[in-house]
Every structure is written in C-alpha cells, then in structure tokens.
C-alpha cells in the first residue's frame, strides 16, 4: 500500500509563489510516476505535472513556464513550485502516485487559494 501526505497549501496573493509538497511512504518505486492533480469548485480533476524517474516531466499547458514538479527519490517526495500564480489556479491539489501493479493512489488534497 502507498499512502501520500500533501503540505503547503494556503491562501496566495496573484502573481505570488507557493511550494506544495508531497510525502509517500509504503512499497513505493522511485521509477513509478508521481504528479499533481488539481480540482476547482464545479470543474473535474484535472492534470497539472506529473514526473517519472530520469527527470522526465509532463505539465499542463495552463501552468507551462509557471509551475515546477520536481522528486527528491531519497524522500520519497514530490513538489510542486508554483510561481506567478493566477486566480484561476485555485483549487485543491492532490498528490498521484501510480504503480503499473497495484494501481493508482491519491493523497487527501490540499487547497491553494489564490486572491488579492
């Protein structure tokens, strides 16, 4: 089993910056792909970066140039850097694991608020 911790989320001004962070602990595989997931009020859970292990990143087009994943494979610890944030980046953000054997996993979600 895989459990995941998200921290870091609050209230940020626009144009502001904001580190979420996400620990795993239990039978994880830093080869496994990890990422960010976000939801706003009204709207589907939708992608914004995911990482797998040798530095390979995928982002949504919304946070292109923005936001940074990055996996500190030690820690077992994916972040998430979010910088010049906008309104329409609030949301609640959830951590993603997935192993190609026992599925996906998700963490409890942490709420980013962006307003002025």
Do not use: H
């Not at 906008?86 to 026992?102: F, G, I, N, Q």
């Amino acid at each position: 089993q895989v459990q995941l911790v998200e921290s870091g989320g609050g209230l940020v001004q626009p144009g502001g910056s904001l580190r979420l962070s996400c620990a795993a602990s239990g039978s994880i595989v830093s080869s496994n792909a990890m990422g960010w997931y976000r939801q706003a009020p009204g709207k589907q859970r939708e992608l914004v970066a995911t990482a797998i292990y040798g530095g390979i990143t995928n982002y949504a087009d919304s946070v292109k140039g923005r936001f940074t994943i990055s996996r500190d494979n030690a820690k077992n610890t994916v972040y998430l850097q979010m910088n010049r944030v906008k309104p329409e980046d609030t949301a609640v953000y959830y951590c993603w694991y997935r192993s190609p054997y026992s599925g996906e996993y998700w963490g409890q979600g942490t709420q980013v608020t962006v307003s002025s």
